[in-house]
């Protein structure tokens, strides 16, 4: 069925409910030997990894989204639903290994016996075999494995212990031959009638699949339109009630399974787990909870400002000198501007906000893995509900103070489309890190470095107040589009809170890495796309432009006897005003001078489209401070802001000779930059979560709409 | 009106109760696949600090509740 050209590996499914320690397991095995793919038809990225066998037989591991049933509610949970149910999937496994938590075995076999009817060969293993120890669980695994039919072993992935029982139980299941004999649950009469007729029609062998065909024929991306309707008319012909037939089933199950866990796990007579109760008695108190929640995210993003600045001054100051070095020793030439003004400029534009994304989602992921982020979505729901999102949304919103091509990703948890649908279109609102450089230098422009009550600096107040404005609108927006998008589908919250834990440091740094290479990789690649375009627009005029802009350049530098490195600036400067993106500055004028802006900014702004920080760097070069970014020696980046800070309070408008820089403009364009829709490498990951150019479209149209009223009103306002 | 069944929704905190049955059939099938089963034992810890959601613990496991959810669940007592 599969023609691969290369020599197929095996596929190992990995499947359990979520908190059964899936994740850890899957980080044990495959280490940094894994990768993310995505899944066609339902925007979920699933992630691969390899492993060795005893033998030397290499297998291919995926690790499917922890589910509690076949029978899901939310979209990744779909996903297993949807590899398991179409042997023709790519991801279809040959064998599957299932993951339960030792400690709760009566809430984690639903799906395992969901999975022995899709008869394929299945281990099970039971996880946090240290934590059973520890509570004084014992479980008699032979007799586990002799009622269910299937191989059991009892490993801890936090400690390691078992694993190599583990792999040796994998390699032999790769030999068994699964027989109807090990079904679990017996089919209705009314199932059987539906199975049958499907089976007949579709031509699959395992009734259990075609009976889930039955159930979810109408989402299932795996199923032709033809197959769709004819799995339609069987339902609709046999009157099949989906969710009667769910219900009754998951009885049976439980009903059959329950006596079997009672036999062989010997539990003491109460759980000890008092500490969780008496964290959670002040984590999630009714006051003492939102204050320590909001505690610990000053405290995050103190440490983002506090960890990052460092080696984000290493990456600049690494790509600066390269910069530097290339141009020494490579003879002037348009490639050798490719490469220093293009190619490593954009290089250096993605991976500058690594440390800030780096520290953010460690951060997150510490507090998720302790099991934090439950509670926070606990009790945040109410609040987040009331702006059409849900409590899993704080999750998203905090990861978008870091950036938004990763956070957006994150809002796959979300269950409900549109409060998922809102998640993604709200959180560009946030301020992430490329605004940080842009509100700095704005600011340091228009606010005096003065204190208030002593102890605060007005600027630093004006900084995160524009925290709080990103937030108003994200929560007026969610509000907005509550009230416009309409939906029949029902939203739940029903979450586990899991105990709480002591991090898992290999599964911490892991999930660190993944972010930062999705940031990098689908961030990356548009804003080095851009960057390349920008170059050509920036370098490149129409007809002798060019030439001509140098002639003027020069004369008037003659008879201003200026340096020759002043020289050189204003011929850059007069250069990127012929060039193309000058064109495009100058076309734009008119619609961007009611907002205080001139033809520069325009440049400035189109530019951003890269990404927001660039604004600073080609406003440094329209004020002739040249290559001052590659000027950068000793302490002299804050000379450079300074400098550029007094240029752009020199400036003037062409025909008025009023000043550019008024606290008006400044304000005007904060706004602007807050509320507007300026980064690609966003919409292009809006239009993957999203399945359709609908919402980057809708969401592009309504932040730029909504940045250009704002900003206007503002400078109208203080103008 | 007079209620003629309690739900967790009614339980008052720290009290406990065993589930009779879940009314609405898609929340049903959730909460099963979840754990609470007719029978489950569960047990109001406290309200969400905005409200419109419970903390409960259903045989032992701690799990978070909207109230909507939670008046779903029919139980005995």
């Not at chain 2, 489950?40 to 419970?54: D, N, T, V």
Request: aromatic share 10%; proline share 5%; hydrophobic share 45%.
């Amino acid at each position: 069925m599969k023609a691969d050209k290369r020599e197929r590996l095996p596929h190992i499914a990995l499947v359990g409910n979520p908190n059964s320690g899936k994740s850890t397991l899957f980080n044990l095995l495959t280490g940094l030997r894994q990768k993310t793919g995505n899944f066609p038809g339902i925007t979920v990225e699933l992630k691969r990894g390899r492993f060795q066998l005893p033998n030397g037989r290499e297998v291919e591991l995926i690790d499917l989204p922890g589910t509690y049933s076949l029978y899901p509610t939310a979209t990744d949970e779909r996903i297993v639903t949807a590899v398991m149910s179409n042997p023709a999937d790519t991801y279809y496994p040959d064998a599957i290994i299932y993951v339960a938590d030792v400690t709760h075995l009566e809430k984690h076999l639903l799906l395992l016996t969901q999975l022995l009817d899709l008869e394929l060969p299945t281990l099970l293993v039971l996880n946090m075999a240290d934590t059973a120890e520890s509570l004084g669980i014992r479980v008699n695994t032979s007799k586990l494995s002799e009622k269910l039919g299937i191989p059991v072993v009892l490993v801890s992935s936090r400690t390691g212990e078992n694993i190599d029982r583990l792999l040796s139980e994998t390699e032999a299941l790769l030999s068994v031959v699964p027989s109807p004999e090990g079904r679990f649950y017996t089919l209705t009469d009314q199932e059987k009638g539906v199975s049958n007729a499907i089976s007949l029609n579709i031509g699959t062998d395992v009734p259990y699949r075609a009976l889930l065909l039955a159930h979810h024929y109408t989402w299932l991306p795996g199923l032709s339109e033809q197959a769709r309707q004819t799995i339609g008319a069987i339902v609709a012909d046999k009157h099949f009630n989906s969710l009667k037939h769910q219900i009754e089933e998951t009885l049976y199950r439980y009903d059959r399974f329950t006596p079997i866990v009672r036999e062989v796990v010997q539990h003491p007579p109460r759980f000890p787990n008092t500490i969780t109760d008496r964290v959670d008695a002040v984590l999630t108190h009714r006051w003492w909870g939102p204050l320590l929640f909001g505690a610990i995210m000053l405290l995050i993003f103190q440490a983002i400002y506090a960890w990052s600045a460092v080696p984000m001054d290493f990456i600049e100051d690494l790509f600066a000198q390269l910069s530097d070095t290339i141009k020494t020793y490579l003879p002037e030439h348009r490639l050798r501007d490719l490469l220093t003004e293009g190619i490593l400029a954009g290089l250096s534009g993605v991976l500058v906000f690594v440390p800030q994304i780096a520290v953010l989602f460690f951060l997150i992921t510490l507090l998720e893995e302790v099991g934090y982020m439950a509670r926070v979505v606990f009790m945040f729901d109410r609040l987040m509900r009331r702006f059409g999102m849900s409590g899993r949304s704080v999750v998203s919103l905090i990861s978008g103070g870091a950036c938004a091509v990763p956070a957006i990703m994150s809002a796959r948890t979300i269950g409900n489309w549109k409060e998922r649908l809102i998640t993604i279109l709200v959180t560009p609102f946030i301020t992430c890190s490329a605004r940080i450089p842009v509100y700095v230098i704005l600011i340091g422009l228009v606010v005096p470095p003065r204190e208030v009550l002593e102890i605060f600096s007005l600027q630093g107040l004006t900084f995160a107040s524009m925290y709080v404005f990103g937030l108003i609108a994200v929560l007026g927006t969610g509000y907005f589009l509550k009230r416009m998008l309409k939906t029949r589908e029902v939203s739940y919250l029903a979450i586990e809170l899991p105990v709480y834990r002591i991090p898992h440091w290999r599964n911490v740094w892991l999930t660190v890495w993944e972010k930062v290479s999705a940031f990098v990789v689908e961030a990356g690649k548009i804003i080095m796309l851009i960057s390349l375009v920008l170059w050509a627009l920036a370098s490149f005029g129409p007809g002798n432009s060019f030439q001509e802009a140098k002639q003027r350049a020069e004369e008037e530098a003659r008879a201003k006897m200026l340096s020759w490195e002043d020289t050189q600036n204003l011929i850059a400067a007069y250069q990127l005003e012929a060039s193309y993106a000058g064109q495009i500055g100058k076309v734009f004028e008119p619609l961007i001078r009611p907002l205080g802006y001139d033809w520069k900014i325009g440049i400035a702004l189109f530019t951003s489209l890269a990404a927001r920080e660039v604004f600073t760097g080609t406003l440094a070069v329209l004020y002739h401070l040249g290559n001052a970014a590659d000027d950068i020696t000793d302490a002299s980046e804050n000379n450079t802001k300074a400098t550029l800070r007094q240029r752009m309070q020199a400036e003037r408008f062409r025909d008025n000779g009023q000043p550019v820089y008024t606290s008006a403009t400044a304000f005007s364009l904060l706004v602007f930059y807050a509320l507007a829709m300026q980064c690609m490498s966003t919409l292009a990951v809006v239009r993957r979560e999203t399945a359709s150019w609908k919402w980057p479209l809708l969401q592009f149209t309504f932040m730029t709409l909504l940045a250009y009223v704002a900003a206007w009103l503002v400078y109208n306002l203080l103008a | 009106m007079i209620r003629k069944y309690r739900t967790v929704e009614s339980l008052r905190r720290l009290e406990c109760a065993r589930a009779l049955r879940v009314t609405d059939p898609v929340l049903a099938s959730r909460l099963m696949a979840m754990g609470i089963l007719p029978g489950s034992l569960i047990e109001m810890i406290r309200p969400a600090p905005f409200g419109h959601a419970y903390y409960i613990k259903a045989d032992g496991i701690r799990l978070a509740l909207r109230k909507e959810e939670a008046a779903n669940i029919v139980v005995d007592s």
